[in-house]
């Protein structure tokens, strides 16, 4: 029993490992919804470039600051279950603390 009990924490932390790396990588796909919720919501808003000006990633969000017509706006992506689920992101003003 005690190998079966250790052979699955192996298995859970493997799984935990592989997915806060996967977490940690910039992605174009997250890129891009953060760049839809950096406007979302805001009337005139406008991007003043077409890629984020500044990147931070950790093992259970992405982070990305947007230059915009009204300020800068860091949009924030995480999972819905923090190691699995579906990307969401919002936005607020201000800028990533480095």
């Known amino acids: 029993m005690r190998r079966i009990v250790g052979y699955l924490l192996l298995i859970i932390s493997g799984f935990i490992a592989f997915q806060s ?51 800068p706006v860091v949009v924030t992506c995480e999972r819905r279950y923090l190691w699995f689920g579906n990307w969401s992101c919002s936005g607020t003003p201000g800028e990533i603390r480095r």
Do not use: F, H
């Open 21 to 71: 790396y996967q977490n940690a990588q910039p992605d174009a796909v997250t890129e891009g919804m953060a760049r839809d919720a950096a406007c979302s919501g805001k009337e005139g808003c406008k991007l003043s470039g077409d890629l984020a000006n500044v990147i931070k990633t950790d093992v259970t969000s992405r982070s990305y600051q947007w230059a915009t017509n009204q300020g």
